[in-house]
């Protein structure tokens, strides 16, 4: 595994990367004369997502030229946290800093972040201090999406921290003894309450191309990141359930005594009413239980959630060849 060497070079970057074909001259363009600049060993992960693209073709090009780029192909496209997860995993340094592909994050921040690390931080957030150039529909479901999860998790959660953010080895090292499926790692890493400093930033457009989380894998992430952390659902099911017994209570009752006095209510309609109305709170609240109950399934599986089909850093072999 890729963790023998673990500790040995100062810094990795993991970099997750699904069809970015259209941003990565740009990024390393812009990522390598900050690494360079460090002074101080280092590695840049590029996890391929099982991009369809040239990615992977213009990524091996770039490695000709730069000898710390190391590209890790998963065998299909496994989302963003999973590519994450196989990048940590794999990570070499002493500390290890996710990035976007698309430069939404500035990789000049990187030095910042390294510093605090140095001074002792194990977790720097990269917090989004000003996301003016998403759209708004972005900005109001990000805004909505911290301030739920920070009722969850709790108020150490900082808000607007994406997934731009650097870890210790310490951490990575927890991260990696974690059974989660489907981590959140911007949830996570702040539950571990290891001590953090945040850099705050600008967020810019996205480079080139187009976003990788439409709508669907919004919700998606908004679920796991809610299923994750409580099982509040599944009380407000029970609350549900027992509100809705209550006002059953209440109309067999109001049933009862009309019909003892004479006056029952005419017509199908009320009947449809009650059965259509606990009908759907039953399965609304099953629906609910059955998304736990897939969780523990998929755990009890316990099927890895991505295939690394390479990896050049073990691409190359032990012995130099003879020419
Ligand atoms: N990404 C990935 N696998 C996926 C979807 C996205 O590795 O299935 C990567 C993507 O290439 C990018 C990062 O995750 O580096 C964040 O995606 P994106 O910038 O499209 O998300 P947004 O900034 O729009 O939320
Ligand atoms: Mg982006």
Excluded at 105 to 115: F, G, Q, S, T, V
Excluded at 262 to 289: E, K, M, N
């Amino acid at each position: 595994m890729g963790t023998d060497l673990a500790g040995e070079i100062t810094l990795s970057v993991v970099i997750p990367m699904y069809n970015e074909e259209a941003v990565i001259s740009g990024l390393v363009a812009r990522l390598r004369p900050v690494l360079d600049g460090l002074h101080t060993e280092y590695e840049v992960v590029a996890v391929d997502d099982g991009s369809r693209d040239a990615t992977v073709a213009l990524l091996t090009a770039q490695a000709d030229e730069w000898p710390q780029l190391r590209i890790v192909r998963l065998r299909r496209n496994s989302g963003h946290q999973a590519a994450l997860t196989a990048g940590l995993h794999r990570a070499r340094g002493r500390w290890v800093v996710s990035l976007d592909a698309d430069l939404q994050d500035p990789p000049e921040a990187i030095a910042e972040m390294l510093r605090l690390a140095q001074a002792g931080a194990d977790v720097v957030y990269g917090v989004r201090a000003d996301r003016s150039t998403d759209t708004v529909f972005k900005r109001q479901t990000a805004r909505a999406y911290y301030r739920l999860m920070r009722r969850i998790v709790g108020a150490e959660l900082p808000a607007q921290a994406g997934d731009f953010r650097l870890v210790s080895r310490d951490v990575v090292e927890t991260l990696r003894q974690l059974p989660e499926r489907t981590p959140v790692y911007r949830l996570l890493v702040p539950a571990l309450g290891f001590p953090s400093a945040e850099v705050r930033y600008v967020r810019e457009a996205r480079l080139a191309g187009e976003t990788k989380y439409p709508l669907p894998r919004m919700i998606a992430l908004a679920w796991d990141s809610v299923a994750n952390f409580t099982a509040a659902p599944l009380r407000l099911a029970t609350w549900l359930g027992l509100g809705s017994f209550l006002a059953c209570l209440a109309l067999i009752a109001f049933g009862i005594v009309g019909h003892l006095r004479g006056v029952t209510i005419p017509g199908w309609t009320s009947l449809f009413v009650a059965v259509l109305l606990f009908g759907g709170v039953q399965l609304v609240c099953l629906g609910l239980l059955g998304e736990y109950v897939g969780r523990i399934y998929a755990t009890v599986q316990n099927r890895p959630t991505f295939h690394v089909g390479s990896d050049t850093a073990e691409d190359q072999p032990a012995t130099p060849e003879l020419s």
